[in-house]
């Protein structure tokens, strides 16, 4: 992964100066860009506790493989718990070749490799008051392994993006803590889904829905579908594609029928 000390540096540089949590993993995956991974993943909080609602944010991964992830792949994942342990970078599956994993952490990394995330470089990312992130950095299949060199770098882009989300965070406002179901629900409400919908998506009751979404609306101090929605893009619970697809469709459904969208 051979990149310039000047780009690498101005890389770092504009992570710290965005302004926005879109704009702030715009320009990771530019820095990342610059050691040719093109995909990226974060995943936060980190607690040795499976249960705690973990957000995970998709940076050009399988969206078939995000939906598992938040539905029930994250109780099994190893990474963020090795990254805990290890607090240092690492190049998965090589340097986690001595770890002994559980039966299902076993199947997750399986499961992963058919999605594309068999190879990456796993970053422990800490922030002000205790926080923890895990951003796991993806390796083409034919790329060659990295250099210590190379998890050195991916740490440094991890670590400064992470830190700068908290303070993000922290100026807009403490990050509402939801659920893994609660944060699906909200990602569904973000693609203009209804809630019968979204229960048939999740193959749960309609009167489930109510309740997640009653208790997103209090956990975000909001009152209505379209408030929650910029809200959460505004934390980063939502994706920027899921939010300007959910004002696309809004608008296509207020308008008169027949009419294009400007």
């Given at each position: 992964?051979?990149?310039?000390?000047e780009?690498f540096?101005?890389?770092?540089?504009?992570?710290?100066?965005?302004?926005?949590v879109?704009a702030?993993r715009?320009?990771?995956?530019a820095?990342?860009?610059?050691?040719?991974?093109?995909?990226?993943?974060y995943?936060?909080?980190?607690?040795?506790?499976?249960?705690?609602?973990?957000?995970?944010?998709n940076?050009?991964?399988?969206?078939?493989?995000?939906r598992?992830?938040?539905?029930?792949?994250?109780?099994?994942d190893?990474?963020p718990?090795?990254?805990?342990?290890?607090?240092?970078?690492?190049?998965?599956?090589d340097?986690i070749?001595?770890?002994k994993?559980?039966k299902?952490?076993?199947?997750y990394?399986?499961i992963?490799?058919?999605?594309?995330?068999?190879?990456?470089?796993?970053?422990?990312?800490?922030?002000?008051q205790?926080?923890a992130?895990?951003?796991?950095?993806?390796?083409?299949?034919?790329?060659?392994?990295?250099?210590e060199?190379?998890?050195?770098?991916?740490?440094?882009?991890?670590?400064a993006?992470?830190?700068?989300?908290?303070?993000?965070?922290?100026?807009?406002?403490?990050?509402?803590?939801?659920s893994?179901?609660?944060l699906?629900v909200?990602?569904?409400?973000g693609?203009?889904?209804?809630?019968?919908?979204?229960?048939?998506?999740?193959?749960?009751?309609?009167?489930?829905?109510?309740?997640?979404?009653?208790?997103?609306?209090?956990?975000?101090?909001?009152?209505?579908?379209?408030?929650?929605?910029v809200?959460a893009?505004?934390?980063?619970?939502?994706?920027s594609g899921d939010?300007?697809?959910?004002?696309?469709?809004?608008?296509?459904?207020?308008?008169?029928?027949?009419?294009p969208?400007?």
């Amino acid at each position: 992964m051979h990149v310039a000390l000047e780009d690498f540096s101005r890389g770092l540089s504009a992570i710290g100066k965005t302004e926005t949590v879109v704009a702030l993993r715009e320009a990771t995956m530019a820095a990342l860009n610059l050691l040719g991974i093109t995909k990226a993943f974060y995943v936060a909080p980190l607690s040795g506790d499976v249960r705690v609602g973990r957000l995970v944010t998709n940076m050009g991964l399988s969206w078939v493989w995000e939906r598992q992830y938040r539905a029930r792949l994250n109780r099994i994942d190893p990474l963020p718990r090795i990254a805990l342990a290890r607090l240092e970078p690492f190049y998965w599956p090589d340097q986690i070749a001595d770890e002994k994993l559980s039966k299902q952490e076993g199947r997750y990394l399986a499961i992963a490799a058919q999605y594309g995330l068999g190879r990456g470089i796993g970053v422990p990312c800490f922030g002000p008051q205790g926080r923890a992130g895990f951003l796991g950095a993806i390796i083409g299949a034919d790329a060659p392994d990295p250099e210590e060199a190379d998890l050195q770098r991916v740490g440094s882009i991890g670590q400064a993006s992470f830190r700068h989300y908290c303070k993000l965070i922290q100026h807009a406002q403490e990050m509402p803590a939801l659920s893994n179901r609660e944060l699906e629900v909200l990602h569904w409400i973000g693609r203009g889904k209804s809630n019968s919908v979204i229960a048939e998506i999740l193959e749960i009751s309609p009167s489930s829905v109510d309740v997640y979404v009653r208790r997103i609306f209090a956990k975000l101090d909001v009152t209505d579908r379209t408030t929650a929605s910029v809200k959460a893009y505004s934390l980063g619970l939502l994706v920027s594609g899921d939010y300007e697809r959910f004002v696309h469709e809004s608008a296509i459904n207020q308008l008169p029928e027949g009419k294009p969208p400007r």
